[in-house]
């Protein structure tokens, strides 16, 4: 596949896109992604995995608000990755993250993913680098696996500028409703960025064999949103979905 090089690639909107046209764009694929999350759900022949992934303050938890708030609770779940607990490092690194795949008829979005075990553990070198070699060639064995079985991924990654994030961490020690987000360990982790870059680079060229990976400009939400919500709506419909009709007596 074709390199990606993140630095080439821009953090916000194209100047064609105007903020309150695109606002209603949204709201318009939001009504869409709520009917077909129902006959998603209802058909129950096919799964979706939505993976965000993105430097600290990148918009991940907006994202999850933002573009899936108005779909059916029952037929969506989100899952936040942290710090992996002692029962989990007991186990292969894929193994926490099997168990909240989705079933045919849901959509799971994981905020942060398996692939923090090939970002921040190559950067601080928790694992060395043949275990990360490895653990591409697992990540695309797994996601093969979900794929074979009706699952469908999207991977997002969400790119923001590093000036904009330093813009939302001080908003952070600012804001008294955003807070509660502030870690010291954002601005450590920060010092890292052109590692981080470069882990993330590997990782969309070697794990992009199953699905690709969407590069999402993120420095305007209500552009990141467009996308994330155009790139959902279009994969949903590509199913190809009926609702079912009345079961045999």
């Not at 064995?141 to 079985?149: G, M, P, R, V, Y």
């Not at 590997?202 to 552009?223: G, L, M, R």
């Amino acid at each position: 596949m074709t390199k990606i090089h993140l630095e080439s690639i821009g953090t916000s909107a194209p100047e064609q896109f105007i903020k309150d046209k695109t606002k209603i764009e949204n709201a318009k694929l939001r009504n869409k992604l709520e009917a077909l999350q129902n006959l998603l759900y209802a058909e129950s022949k096919h799964a979706l995995l939505i993976i965000f992934q993105g430097m600290d303050a990148s918009g991940k938890d907006g994202a999850v608000k933002n573009v899936f708030g108005s779909v059916n609770p029952l037929g969506c779940r989100v899952i936040p990755f942290k710090k992996p607990s002692e029962l989990e490092l007991k186990h292969d690194f894929l193994w926490r993250i099997h168990q909240h795949v989705p079933e045919k008829g849901m959509i799971t979005i994981f905020n942060r993913s398996h692939y923090e075990d090939v970002i921040i553990q190559k950067i601080h070198k928790w694992v060395d680098e043949e275990t990360i070699i490895q653990r591409y060639d697992d990540i695309n064995n797994f996601e093969k696996i979900l794929n074979d079985n009706s699952t469908t991924i999207l991977k997002f990654y969400l790119h923001i500028s590093k000036d904009e994030q330093l813009e939302r961490l001080k908003e952070r020690l600012s804001n008294p409703t955003k807070m509660w987000k502030y870690n010291e360990n954002d601005i450590i982790e920060r010092g890292f960025w052109d590692d981080y870059m470069n882990a993330y680079q590997t990782a969309f060229e070697q794990c992009s064999k199953v699905e690709p990976w969407h590069i999402i400009p993120s420095d305007q939400n209500w552009y990141k949103e467009f996308l994330i919500l155009s790139k959902v709506v279009e994969t949903l419909e590509k199913f190809d979905m009926k609702f079912p009709g009345l079961k045999s007596i």
